[in-house]
């Protein structure tokens, strides 16, 4: 079928219904939502059967849903109604919730309902959403097309007599929802409130004075102090007592000032400074430590049966220079441990999208700290594509792009879970890319291809991925069931007995490699065409990288795509 996917952003769940529905063959185009004559002309142009609005903040057009099948993403259980539905959720600790596909009418969230799926409603916001929230959404929106294309199906009216609807309207979920009382509120119910607010709007909350908006919480299990007080930082983040414990806050942003200029998230300590922290220990962890306790880290790393496991997780996916340098630093010390097989990878939510676009747009001068964090991607490609004495995986247990995608090509095999979305491009943001991408995409999926990957700004699918050998393994399952199979998997590699003739291999085609074009040549002229996108005139880098932090144009994405 002919399926027009309208979205305010071209956001992670509209990209991943975007893949699953090319992969059963459906022709897809996608239309985002700037304006409702915009909208009238994409749908005209791209004459769909069936519309689907995935992720939506603004209401369609009446003339539109009564021409054509509208279906409307909501992610919340039947009967569910209002914007901050899984904001509701985690803030009251629901342990189930629920998406539902429901036809457009003119009463927001009140049309027949196509189908519904629940999932079990933990961690914050935009983990949820990118993992439970998303697994769900799929189901219920191939259920609902399934159910349109053979026809027959009478969708249910909303009829909150009946057993299985059990949401409800409910209001805006304002700050006054969110506000916490340090003096009084336990930990459990802080974390409630910040991971209720994760991604956005953030909680609204006052630090030295200054109003800022906290991003994000993790529970700390040793540190205390006074209710309120920031008792300590740790890699750009700030931990802060609560009445009978202590919480991790690792993004800022501050509340903009009536007529200054927009504000966006920054690491906690960055946002703050210097000097508002003088005084305050930093108190580091290691990733090996940090595996055996309940306390934020951005590095963890656990050994078992001869198998190393570098686990790390950035918010946002995005890797600064300094958290480049960090986890290069964790990996040195993992290729020193006595293992033969080492994995890579967060636990369930991204893998990596490559530089830190809103620490370089806060730095004094961004196309030097562009071109720091670069090099420190490089440096850390550069680490494990030159390891020649272990097997190196890459786990992908969520989506990457751009630089994130090249980070993961630089293992020895990637492996996927089967919902992760791969955007092996850096076309979006006007840069060429560095990472080795023109020694490693050619290597796994020939010029022809990699040329394609690169220059076309669409998500691809872990399955189609696999297909043309982007990837090499993909598994299905929840991220719990990813990475049962990634350990078996790996600990049958570690005790394979070919594996040593393997690492042989593995170095004699390296050095065959270099003999013909060494790394450092293909890192030079990667860097050359990179030092052009951020100090040449006339490119479009910053003027991208500006918007797409400041969110002044959705995902940085055009205003249509077809598929």
């Not at 950035?314 to 441990?337: D, H, K």
């Not at 490609?381 to 995986?393: Q, S």
Request: proline share 6%; net charge negative.
């Amino acid at each position: 079928m002919r399926i027009l996917l309208v979205a305010s952003a071209f956001n992670s769940l509209t990209q991943r219904i975007h893949t699953e529905l090319r992969e059963r063959g459906h022709h897809v185009g996608v239309e985002l939502a700037l304006g409702d004559e915009e909208l009238r002309a994409g749908v005209a142009r791209f004459r769909p059967q069936l519309i689907l609005a995935p992720m939506l903040t603004t209401a369609i057009p009446e003339d539109i849903w009564t021409a054509y099948t509208v279906l409307i993403v909501h992610p919340g259980p039947k009967g569910d109604r209002g914007p901050s539905s899984l904001d509701w959720a985690i803030h009251e600790n629901a342990p189930q919730w629920g998406v539902t596909v429901l036809q457009a009418v003119a009463e927001m969230d009140a049309g027949p309902i196509w189908a519904s799926e629940p999932f079990p409603a933990t961690g914050g916001k935009s983990e949820l959403y990118r993992n439970e929230v998303a697994d769900a959404a799929v189901r219920a929106v191939l259920l609902a097309v399934e159910r349109f294309e053979h026809g027959g199906f009478t969708p249910e009216p909303l009829d909150y007599s009946r057993a299985d609807v059990t949401g409800q309207l409910r209001p805006y979920h304002a700050q006054e929802f969110r506000r916490i009382d340090w003096l009084h509120d336990s930990t459990a119910t802080v974390l409630r409130k910040l991971r209720a607010a994760d991604s956005q709007p953030g909680v609204l909350d006052s630090l030295f004075g200054r109003e800022f908006f906290l991003h994000g919480g993790h529970y700390e299990d040793q540190l205390r102090g006074p209710a309120g007080t920031v008792i300590a930082t740790r890699d750009g983040a700030i931990c802060r007592a609560t009445a009978d414990g202590a919480v991790w806050l690792p993004q800022l942003r501050a509340r903009r000032i009536p007529g200054g200029p927009a504000t966006f998230k920054q690491p906690a300590t960055q946002a703050l400074g210097p000097e508002l922290l003088a005084g305050i220990p930093e108190v580091p962890v290691t990733p090996a430590e940090a595996a055996t306790r309940n306390t934020w880290s951005e590095l963890r790393y656990r050994e078992h049966d001869e198998v190393g496991y570098l686990e790390f997780g950035f918010a946002c996916g995005a890797m600064s220079t300094e958290q480049c340098r960090r986890l290069l630093a964790a990996y040195r010390q993992a290729c020193a441990r006595p293992v033969n097989v080492l994995v890579l990878g967060p636990s369930r939510d991204f893998f990596s999208n490559g530089i830190h676009l809103n620490v370089i747009e806060a730095a004094a001068d961004p196309a030097a700290e562009s071109w720091r964090n670069i090099n420190a991607m490089d440096d850390l490609v550069e680490e494990i594509l030159t390891t020649t004495d272990k097997l190196v995986i890459s786990a992908l247990a969520g989506n990457a792009a751009a630089g994130g995608v090249m980070l993961a090509l630089a293992a020895d095999e990637v492996w996927c879970r089967s919902s992760a979305v791969l955007n092996p491009h850096y076309r979006l943001m006007g840069l060429h890319g560095s990472e080795y991408w023109t020694y490693t995409l050619p290597r796994r999926v020939g010029a022809a291809m990699a040329h394609r990957l690169t220059s076309e700004p669409l998500p691809l699918g872990a399955p189609a991925a696999a297909r043309i050998g982007l990837v090499d393994k993909v598994i299905s399952g929840s991220a719990g069931d990813f990475w049962s199979w990634v350990r078996q998997e790996a600990e049958a590699l570690a005790a394979e007995p070919e594996l040593s003739d393997r690492l042989i291999e593995k170095k004699r085609r390296l050095a065959a490699d270099e003999a013909v074009k060494p790394l450092s040549a293909y890192r030079a002229e990667e860097l050359a065409h990179m030092w052009q996108n951020f100090y040449g005139q006339d490119e479009p880098y910053h003027r991208l990288r500006h918007n797409f932090v400041h969110k002044a144009r959705p995902c940085g994405t055009p205003a249509h795509l077809l598929g």
